[in-house]
Each structure stands twice: as C-alpha cells, then as structure tokens.
C-alpha cells in the first residue's frame, strides 16, 4: 500500500513539473501599456522599423513583437509597448527598429497595430 502510495505521489510530482513548465502565449492584453497606436512601419529583411509617439523616455527596449498566430506562411503579429514611458515632455513621433525573431523571417508579416492620426492625443498607460 505504501509503495503505491510512492509511485502515484510520485507521478503526481511530475505531472505538476511539467505543467508549470509549459510556456503559455502572452498576449498583448497581458502587458501593462497594451498595443501601441503607430503612424507608420516598414518591415525589412530581418526587423520592423515603426513610428510611435514618445514624450523623451522611449527606446527600442521599450517594445516587443508578439505573434499573434502563425500559419504556415503568414504571422500576424502586435507590437506592444513593455515599458511605459513617463517622461513629461510634448508627445513627438520617434523611429524605432526591432528585430523580426529568426523563426518568422521570410515569412509574410501583418501587423495588428492601429494606425494613429498625427492630431489623436497620446495615450499615458
């Protein structure tokens, strides 16, 4: 009895290993600041050039891509703003560039992102 008891509290172990192991899809709605309103993007070979409003604290760290789904040659993709940017300066347009991951290079890319009127006022996350 107690040896079966063992083998079963055993395998229970495992199966909460590996369950909490198992990487689960972020999606934009789980970052603090969500998708980020662009006035343009440009996608080259192996990154995505895009213009978003900034007040003077915004670097490329401040991004990140994130698919949305993936077909066979097609990934819809969301840039998201990861760090907020809280400097108190006049909203201006600034370029930023971050690299497409190897996996979805060569791939047709649709970004999600809304696009922003130069007029729309800035969003404060």
């Known amino acids: 009895m107690m040896r079966r008891f063992h083998s079963l509290s055993a395998l229970l172990l495992c199966l909460v290993g590996l369950t909490s192991c198992a990487e689960k899809g972020v999606k934009p709605t789980d970052v603090d600041g969500g998708v980020e309103g662009l006035a343009s993007w440009e996608v080259q070979q192996d990154s995505i050039s895009f213009t978003a ?16 789904k993936a077909d066979k040659n097609v990934i819809d993709l969301t840039i998201v703003r990861v760090k907020p940017d809280f400097c108190r300066r006049m909203p201006f347009w600034q370029s930023f560039t971050l690299t497409i991951p190897e996996s979805i290079r060569g791939k047709e890319l649709k970004i999600s992102n809304p696009i922003v009127e130069d007029d729309e006022p800035i969003n404060r996350s």
Not at 53 to 66: E, V
């Open 53 to 68: 409003r900034s007040t003077g604290c915004s670097s490329d760290a401040s991004f990140k891509i994130y698919i949305d």
